[in-house]
């Protein structure tokens, strides 16, 4: 998105416990981060699709109904969803977009280690079909499943309770049991919904504290500063890179005697 979040990214993984990242390849400091990943060979790097919210690959003439009169996606995910599923025209600008995605990301070099959505839009069933009828030409082998245990969350923080949200709980079973006929991998948990923007110190030390059983993906949004173009209003971003960074955090990951890595190290063979 900005050279302040490649640099974090790259102070959390030299001096952190960030092990992987994802790529948007039509963000403005895409080159920056590609330069970046290229010197940090142990960094798993992944395709963060997007399709609302952000630039596409394509020229706006090419995908009409996915993009606004200033040639942005559009922000609406209910709308853009919608048209996806029923307008058959729709659903050929995606595959097209998506496409030049993975085609992009082809080109940096980078070998694929996972492939994610901006706003976690893979749980779109449409959406998550392409993906993998798309990725299985460029190297797909694990994608994200944004599934949450919120007793963990609220083991830590007792003040607040956490609940599931039944409202994606069928999508995200349903893209759990697609993934998994598929081959592809998986972790079998996710945090970072609840507290995106905000995975501070203490609560990552919370997490490992109780890390469930399988593979776990912690994920967050780190930069080297606040103000930066295309910064989210409220997003703690440096307070995220201090906690991927933090001498407590590394000694907890330690004694958790759990292996980390990206999601390809994770593959069930």
Not at 4 to 30: F, K, W
Not at 225 to 234: E, L, N
Request: hydrophobic share 45%; proline share 5%; net charge positive.
């Amino acid at each position: 998105m900005a050279p302040e979040v490649n640099e974090a990214v790259e102070i959390a993984h030299t001096n952190g416990i960030l092990t992987a990242a994802s790529l948007m390849v039509g963000a403005p400091a895409v080159d920056d981060a590609v330069a970046r990943a290229r010197r940090l060979p142990a960094l798993r790097v992944g395709l963060h699709l997007v399709l609302v919210d952000g630039r596409p690959m394509l020229p706006a003439e090419s995908i009409p109904d996915l993009v606004d009169a200033n040639g942005c996606f559009r922000k609406s995910m209910v709308r853009t969803g919608m048209d996806i599923f029923f307008r058959a025209k729709v659903r050929k600008q995606l595959a097209a977009e998506i496409a030049a995605q993975f085609a992009a990301y082809q080109a940096t070099g980078l070998v694929l280690d996972h492939v994610d959505c901006h706003h976690h839009f893979q749980l779109h069933p449409t959406i998550a079909s392409q993906i993998f009828n798309i990725g299985s030409s460029y190297g797909l082998r694990a994608v994200r499943v944004p599934a949450e245990p919120v007793d963990i969350l609220n083991r830590i923080e007792t003040g607040r309770k956490h609940r599931r949200d039944w409202r994606t709980a069928p999508w995200i079973a349903l893209l759990k049991a697609r993934i998994q006929r598929r081959g592809l991998g998986a972790a079998d948990q996710v945090f970072g919904l609840a507290w995106s923007g905000a995975m501070t110190e203490q609560r990552v030390a919370g997490l490992l504290r109780h890390l469930p059983v399988g593979v776990t993906e912690m994920y967050f949004h780190p930069a080297a500063s606040c103000a930066f173009a295309g910064a989210a209003s409220g997003y703690r971003y440096t307070d995220e890179l201090a906690a991927l960074t933090a001498p407590r955090v590394k000694d907890l990951l330690r004694a958790t005697g759990a292996k980390s890595g990206g999601f390809a190290d994770f593959m069930r063979t």
